[in-house]
């Protein structure tokens, strides 16, 4: 490091599953300027310091959702949060919460895409329409019942947020149940009932208690908390009309 | 074989790691207050039941310092728990569009504490004018 | 070692490869395809796509206009004929999309809108905001999983092809998470890999863009053509390369230097108009406006800052709310990347790596000369960018040869037997023991200091103009950064989670993908779209380069590189030019047509 | 294929806890302050504002009687399922044992209720 060169101080929370029977934190001291983001941070100690420091990260521009972690206990995205916010505090880089930690900042995020697989992520027409017919209609104010939902990035930061996924984690969550009410609030889709029944299920929105957080941390404006807590409405709806109509509303 | 072996950390104490949780729990404790509230009010239900002399004796010991003291308490919860209710409003309702523009959360908050007000100043008018 | 068998295996969860393997689940429900990708789909490169894809949409424009714009824009080194398949399929695949969910942008009567983009003499980009990859790579990820019968490999990296009775019948791949390594057998490989901007220093492009699946067809015997193409984009940010998408002047937004003078009209492309006008001034093609930048720095009428010149890409007179609307992301960008808010000051840009308009030499129908083996993407060189990609163009080459792959691999499959398992095995071992091999290395190296040599060296001798001179270098350089490579030293010898090993891996993927780009460059002695030399090849010449490079893998030294010809039908080289020069031009040549 | 799914019965216990959530947001720091504050001390309101004769006349009233069942359990209703909920945040885990303990707490409150404003008669 050059001489007179400011630094700032990372310490990151590693784990090892082959050497170590728990995470650990271990300090690197790296240069500082004030437009590094966190992710540069921790790829200056991967290049020049520490070649064994694993974490995920690719598009540098807040958009692929891959380099999520905690930075002094708050769900982030390392690359859109600098270090010129702490300097010249040590900054705390941590796996994120709530979920295995496969090594150092890498998590196991398999349960998540289960549950993303599970709620049937695709347009179930509402009416059949063949590409020669063109488009589908579907207005401005249409679009825009869906079009916040629609744009969860899967950084897992609102799981990192969420309490009730750390109690439970069989809970569906907010990111699953936002893309969920994405594609139900979709004028082209046609599959709400048969999402329902994830939805109203056990591991379903019941399980949030409206803590919001997840919305707080949500570094691309979903609201996933808003997602969760209108279908819990949406449920419990369903869950009364059947007593009325009993072929009508759930199944 | 595979060499993994995933580290599940303990959620022992999550609460306390953020202050985003400890506002959180202060605002679920809140219902400690109405459930010690409601039971208060049904022990003078049921006392009125009993009888004037029952009812009485219970409106007397609502002049106890330490019922006065958990109603100051009282108060003050429930009026946080008003507050909070009506903050997360905007995350927990559908969105109300009028004229194409979504109502901005504030919106939902403002009217939401202002509502309660009314309400409020109702409930203090018709009991008022009930006993006037 | 696992195995696993498969009929078709795709290699990237990007566009492309999504694109594949559902046009193989539609095309036979019964063919079980193995889609293995180092990343999580969802997170490919395709995500930080912006701008749009172009479809023909509006009444006045016509086929024959995208076909005009993409092989002029391509400076005539295009493959006209599937140029021709490519544009009259790009609607129906866009639309395809919508019907699977994907948010277009939306014209008040509910139709998908379209806007302008740089070399397109008609709006005709298809646009989600300015989120257009993100979208559209969610949407395809999320409708693949409709399919039973694609099963995913996520978080597989592939290390290598398996090549058996001279056809190609599998890959070898590590599971991440474990360490360990899988072979995967497949009558039929798609590779669908992405590009390769990595190997350069200021780039647009994500940390997964590293040429991986060139390399591995190319060491297979497999030419890359047309590698000297990089394209530079015009607009990015300074030190970082993030990119301020075209859609930005798509929109109305101005390129000034220094004394807030809309250059461009310095350089053909004028005259500067207050409405965006396309195929002038700032919606020009991306290869003409970086080089004007070019000029301008030599000029000294760009701007100094911390990360080198700059100009200004100024957006204050479109007013903060069409900018929130139109280009939200980019506001964010700005906002926090940067600190600035872009209603109110002008965005410093430079122009950074973006796309590898090379790749992978495959036919109009994506199938290379090894049989068995497709490519589609921006790892392919399917022939329709030519020498400069036009923007929006890419997006739409991804689903419309991501599904000619995906049919014409399943329509292989279908046609050859299952290989010999036990042969493949043994193929799978010897190169389990030759990747675990490179993961013991004790030498002296990082690969963080050969990494950014190669970065550097290849900024050096292939920016947006070139000399033999300094080509050499970068030859020669390269060549000594692969020695220096098997003198790696690694930190990290452990299985779980390895990153360090994988980045060892890419590296050497990287200085192949780079060798073949610099040597190429150094023999083309002319300057065509993006390939721009001031050393006595200013011009474009027909006569000796209308041709395609070709680069074949050498063990142990250079490449070798011949040429291929490029079929024109009905498009003959002419003048390649903009703004009101372009308009004479055209003019001058419906005339001559009669 | 889809592994079939148990339905919560969460949505009972949920909506009464929302309509009790409301309505302590509503009129519940209102209602503190009249029947624990103001009444007891003497404050604003005149000083026979809850005896017994009011109080019973208001009771035996139909409209009361909703009133007074109302505030009572929907509040016990709303603190129940929060104070569940909360007893798992903190790591008591008693499950179906807690769920008894606070919903049948609100339950019994809620037929006292009922049962005392019968016996008040109408
Ligand atoms: C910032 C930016 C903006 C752009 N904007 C536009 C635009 O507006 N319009 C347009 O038309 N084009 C645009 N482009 C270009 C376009 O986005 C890309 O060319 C295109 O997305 C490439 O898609 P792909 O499917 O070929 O590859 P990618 O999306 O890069 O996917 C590659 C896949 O291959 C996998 N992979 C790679 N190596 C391996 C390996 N060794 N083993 C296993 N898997 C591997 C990766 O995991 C990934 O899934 C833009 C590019 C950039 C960088
Ligand atoms: S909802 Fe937001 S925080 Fe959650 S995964 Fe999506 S983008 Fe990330
Ligand atoms: S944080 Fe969790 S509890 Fe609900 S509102 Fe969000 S999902
Ligand atoms: S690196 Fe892609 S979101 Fe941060």
Same mark, same amino acid.
């Given at each position: ?48 310091? =520490? ?134 609030? =979709? ?19 019941f399980?949030?208690t409206a ?21 819990k409405t949406?449920?419990a709806i369903?869950y009364f009309l059947r007593f009325l ?7 | 074989?595979?060499?993994?072996? *995933? ?19 202060i605002h679920e404790g809140t219902a400690l207050f109405v459930a010690a509230y409601a039971g208060i009010l049904l022990a003078g239900l049921v006392r009125l039941a009993e009888g004037e002399a029952a009812w009485n004796a219970w409106l007397a010991a609502l002049k106890n310092p330490w019922y006065v003291g958990f109603h100051l308490f009282a108060l003050a919860a429930l009026a946080y728990h008003s507050f909070t209710w009506f903050?997360i409003m905007?995350?927990t309702m *559908? ?8 109502? *901005? ?6 009217g939401g504490l202002a509502a309660a007000v009314v309400a409020s100043l109702i409930l203090l008018g018709v009991v008022w004018g009930m006993v006037r | ?24 689940? %539609? ?62 399929? &790009? ?89 360990? +390594? ?53 607009? &990015?940010?300074?030190? @970082? ?27 053909? +492309? ?12 700032? +919606? ?60 109110? @000051? ?9 796309? @590898? ?21 921006? &790892? ?43 042969? +493949? ?28 040599? $190669?970065?550097? @060296? ?58 073949? $780009?610099?040597?190429?460059?150094? %023999? ?71 | ?8 019965n969460a949505p009972i216990f949920w909506a009464l806890f929302g309509a009790g959530g409301m309505l302590s947001a509503l009129i519940g720091p209102m209602l503190v302050f009249i029947t624990g504050l103001a009444v007891p001390l003497g404050l604003l309101l005149p000083a026979d504002t809850m005896s017994y004769a009011h109080v019973l006349a208001f009771a035996r009233n139909w409209a009361g009687k909703a009133f007074i069942l109302a505030v009572i359990a929907l509040f016990l209703w709303h603190a129940a399922h929060r104070i569940f909920h909360s007893l ?6 008693a499950?179906t044992g807690a769920k008894l303990v606070c919903y049948g707490l609100a339950l019994v409150g809620t037929v006292i209720a009922a049962w005392a404003l019968l016996a008040v008669g109408f």
């Amino acid at each position: 490091m050059a001489e007179g060169q400011k630094t700032i101080e990372i310490e990151v929370l590693r784990y090892h599953p082959e050497n170590d029977t728990e995470p650990h934190a271990q300090v690197f001291e790296i240069p500082f300027t004030d437009d590094m983001s966190v992710l540069q941070g921790v790829q200056y100690i991967k290049d020049h310091l =520490d070649g064994s420091l694993s974490f995920r990260w690719s598009c540098r521009m807040a958009i692929c959702g891959s380099c999520g972690m905690m930075i002094n206990g708050v769900p982030s995205l390392s690359c859109q949060t600098f270090l010129r916010d702490y300097y010249p505090a040590r900054v705390r880089v941590e796996a994120l919460a709530h979920f295995p930690i496969e090594r150092d900042l890498v998590v196991n995020m398999e349960g998540f895409i289960e549950k993303l697989e599970s709620i049937q992520p695709y347009i179930i027409p509402r009416e059949a329409r063949t590409l020669s017919e063109g488009e589908y209609l579907q207005t401005p104010e249409q679009l825009g019942a869906y079009e916040q939902f629609s744009s969860c990035i899967n950084c897992l930061l609102c799981y990192a947020a969420c309490p009730q996924f750390g109690l439970n984690s069989r809970f569906v969550g907010p990111a699953a149940l936002a893309l969920l009410h994405r594609y139900n609030a =979709d004028s082209r889709d046609g599959g709400k009932a048969e999402r329902m029944e994830l939805v109203n299920s056990e591991d379903g929105v019941f399980n949030c208690t409206a803590v919001g957080y997840c919305s707080e941390v949500c570094p691309k404006h979903v609201d996933p908390a808003n997602a969760v807590n209108q279908n819990k409405t949406n449920s419990a709806i369903d869950y009364f009309l059947r007593f009325l109509a009993p072929k009508g509303g759930a199944r | 074989m595979s060499k993994r072996r *995933p580290y599940v950390r303990s959620m022992d104490g999550w609460w306390r790691r953020n202050p985003y949780f400890v506002e959180y729990m202060i605002h679920e404790g809140t219902a400690l207050f109405v459930a010690a509230y409601a039971g208060i009010l049904l022990a003078g239900l049921v006392r009125l039941a009993e009888g004037e002399a029952a009812w009485n004796a219970w409106l007397a010991a609502l002049k106890n310092p330490w019922y006065v003291g958990f109603h100051l308490f009282a108060l003050a919860a429930l009026a946080y728990h008003s507050f909070t209710w009506f903050k997360i409003m905007p995350r927990t309702m *559908p969105p109300v569009i009028v004229e194409g523009q979504r109502l *901005p959360a504030w919106v939902i908050t403002g009217g939401g504490l202002a509502a309660a007000v009314v309400a409020s100043l109702i409930l203090l008018g018709v009991v008022w004018g009930m006993v006037r | 070692m696992e195995s696993y068998r498969a009929d078709v295996v795709i290699v990237g969860g990007g566009g492309a490869g999504l694109r594949a393997a559902i046009a193989v689940a %539609e095309a036979d429900p019964e063919l079980r395809i193995a889609l293995v990708s180092k990343v999580y789909p969802m997170r490919s490169h395709t995500v930080a796509a912006e701008g749009g894809s172009a479809g023909v949409k509006q009444a006045s424009d016509s086929l024959e206009y995208h076909f005009n714009d993409t092989v002029h824009g391509g400076d005539w080194l295009c493959e006209q004929d599937v140029v021709d398949y490519f544009v009259a399929h &790009c609607s129906e695949e866009l639309t395809q999309l919508e019907h699977w969910g994907c948010p277009w942008s939306r014209t008040p009567d509910g139709r998908v809108n379209v806007r302008a983009f740089g070399g397109m003499k008609i709006e005709r980009t298809w646009f989600a905001a300015d989120k257009t990859g993100f979208h559209m790579l969610h949407t395809l990820f999320q409708t693949s999983i409709k399919y039973p019968s694609i099963k995913r490999f996520d978080e597989h990296f592939c290390v290598d092809l398996l090549v058996d009775d001279g056809r190609v019948q599998g890959v070898v791949a590590i599971e991440i998470a474990s360490g360990e +390594l899988l072979c995967i057998e497949g009558r039929a490989v798609v590779i669908a890999t992405g590009g390769a901007g990595r190997v350069f220093r200021e780039n647009t492009n994500g940390g997964v863009v590293t040429g991986d699946g060139m390399a591995l067809a190319y060491r297979h015997g497999v030419p890359l053509r047309d590698m000297e193409f990089v394209q530079y984009h015009p607009t &990015c940010m300074p030190g @970082t390369g993030l990119l301020f998408t075209e859609a930005c002047r798509g929109e109305g937004g101005f390129l000034v230097n220094k004394d807030g003078y809309r250059y461009l009209q310095d350089y053909g +492309l004028g005259p500067a108009e207050e409405k965006p006008r396309n195929k002038f001034m700032e +919606l020009g093609p991306r290869d003409r406006l970086s080089q004007a930048f070019w000029y301008e720095q030599q000029k000294g009428r760009t701007i100094e800052g911390q990360y080198g010149s700059v100009v200004h890409l100024d957006l204050r007179h479109l007013g903060e709310a069409k900018l929130r609307e139109r280009l939200p992301q980019i506001y964010e960008l700005a906002e926090q990347f940067l600190g600035i808010d872009p209603a109110r @000051t002008p965005i410093p840009v430079r122009p950074a790596v973006h796309y @590898t308009m090379g790749g992978i030499l495959v036919d109009g129908r994506c199938a290379s000369p090894l049989p068995g083996l497709y490519a589609a993407g921006e &790892c392919s060189s399917v022939g329709i960018h030519g020498a400069n990609r036009l923007g929006s163009n890419s997006l739409s080459e991804l689903l419309v040869f991501g599904k000619v792959s995906g049919v014409e691999a399943a329509r292989f499959a279908r046609s050859v037997a299952a290989g010999n398992s036990a042969s +493949l095995n043994r193929q799978a071992q010897a190169v389990e023991r030759r990747v675990q091999g490179l993961k013991l290395g004790r030498g002296n190296e990082r690969i963080a200091v050969l990494r950014k040599e $190669m970065a550097q @060296t290849m900024e050096d001798g292939c920016g947006i103009y070139r000399l033999a001179a300094t080509m050499q270098q970068t030859c020669d350089k390269l060549e000594e950064l692969k020695q220096r490579f098997r003198n790696l030293r690694l930190d990290d010898q452990s299985s779980v989670w390895n990153t360090e090993w994988l980045l060892a891996i890419e590296l050497e993927y990287q200085l192949d993908v780079a060798q073949a $780009m610099a040597c190429s460059a150094l %023999e083309r002695r002319e300057s065509r779209g993006a390939h721009q030399r001031l050393d006595g090849f200013e011009q474009r010449d027909d006569v000796n380069f209308l041709k395609h490079s070709q680069a074949h893998y050498v063990a142990g030294g250079p490449p070798r590189i011949d040429y291929g010809s490029v079929r024109i039908t009905r498009s003959q080289p002419g003048t390649r030019a903009y703004g009101a020069a372009g308009e004479q031009a055209e003019q001058e040549r419906k005339a001559s047509h009669g | 294929m889809k592994p079939t799914l148990k339905r919560s019965n969460a949505p009972i216990f949920w909506a009464l806890f929302g309509a009790g959530g409301m309505l302590s947001a509503l009129i519940g720091p209102m209602l503190v302050f009249i029947t624990g504050l103001a009444v007891p001390l003497g404050l604003l309101l005149p000083a026979d504002t809850m005896s017994y004769a009011h109080v019973l006349a208001f009771a035996r009233n139909w409209a009361g009687k909703a009133f007074i069942l109302a505030v009572i359990a929907l509040f016990l209703w709303h603190a129940a399922h929060r104070i569940f909920h909360s007893l798992h945040d903190v790591g008591v885990h008693a499950g179906t044992g807690a769920k008894l303990v606070c919903y049948g707490l609100a339950l019994v409150g809620t037929v006292i209720a009922a049962w005392a404003l019968l016996a008040v008669g109408f």
